[in-house]
T-cell receptor, first 115, second 116 residues
Framework: AQSVTQPDIHITVSEGASLELRCNYSYGATPYLFWYVQSPGQGLQLLLKYFSGDTLVQGIKGFEAEFKRSQSSFNLRKPSVHWSDAAEYFCAVGARSGSQGNLIFGKGTKLSVKP | DAGVTQSPTHLIKTRGQQVTLRCSPKSGHDTVSWYQQALGQGPQFIFQYYEEEERQRGNFPDRFSGHQFPNYSSELNVNALLLGDSALYLC???????????????FGPGTRLTVL
């Protein structure tokens, strides 16, 4: 069955420090991969997506993610975290075949930023 | 350019009641998907509507039903509410091209449903 695992429930980093949020997926083939961010009281905002091509994907707000097929991972990174990055981050996968429009989400990683 | 809008923002119901949630897609989008996000969990796919038809459905009981109107807006109906239906309900819209997941989904702020 398709699934997404985000091993870290809560991460705290200092402002200005680097960040890496982990995401592992289970899928029969190479899926479409997404990272979304959710601030309190807000909906989900798309940070970046991977469909094909270059395995290092650049997104908004200075985020990037790297697709590693051998590790079934799609980790999110940012070189220098800002206080406004505090939010919950969700990794998601989508099927490539057929008219399947649903996304499968992980349980999320809550990011706290220390001043 | 208005994004995805949802109404109401918050809703309180009692067990056994019925509820209707509404979603207006982003301008130019023709596909609407609904997700349920329980506290501390990631969103779970309920169903997707395209051309006024349910195109795909997740693992949710028939108590959950929906509708899409000619202007692409959508409703989610839940009958016979249970305590476990308490959650944030998210609507996402997209423009169907290939009909697959490459159609980037844009999410609304959600409707917080509390069932007492």
């Amino acid at each position: 069955a398709q699934s997404v695992t985000q091993p870290d429930i809560h991460i705290t980093v200092s402002e200005g420090a680097s960040l890496e949020l982990r995401c592992n997926y289970s899928y029969g083939a190479t899926p479409y991969l997404f990272w979304y961010v959710q601030s309190p009281g807000q909906g989900l905002q798309l940070l970046l997506k991977y469909f094909s091509g270059d395995t290092l994907v650049q997104g908004i707000k200075g985020f990037e993610a790297e697709f590693k097929r051998s590790q079934s991972s799609f980790n999110l990174r940012k070189p220098s975290v800002h206080w406004s990055d505090a939010a919950e981050y969700f990794c998601a996968v989508g099927a490539r075949s057929g008219s399947q429009g649903n996304l499968i989400f992980g349980k999320g990683t809550k990011l706290s930023v220390k001043p | 350019d208005a994004g995805v809008t949802q109404s109401p923002t918050h809703l309180i119901k009692t067990r056994g009641q019925q509820v209707t949630l509404r979603c207006s897609p982003k301008s130019g989008h023709d596909t609407v998907s609904w997700y349920q996000q329980a506290l501390g969990q990631g969103p779970q796919f309920i169903f997707q509507y395209y051309e006024e038809e349910e195109r795909q459905r997740g693992n949710f009981p028939d108590r959950f039903s929906g509708h899409q109107f000619p202007n692409y807006s959508s409703e989610l109906n839940v009958n016979a509410l249970l305590l476990g239906d308490s959650a944030l309900y998210l609507c996402a819209s997209s423009l169907s091209s290939s009909g697959g997941t490459t159609d980037t989904q844009y999410f609304g702020p959600g409707t917080r449903l509390t069932v007492l």
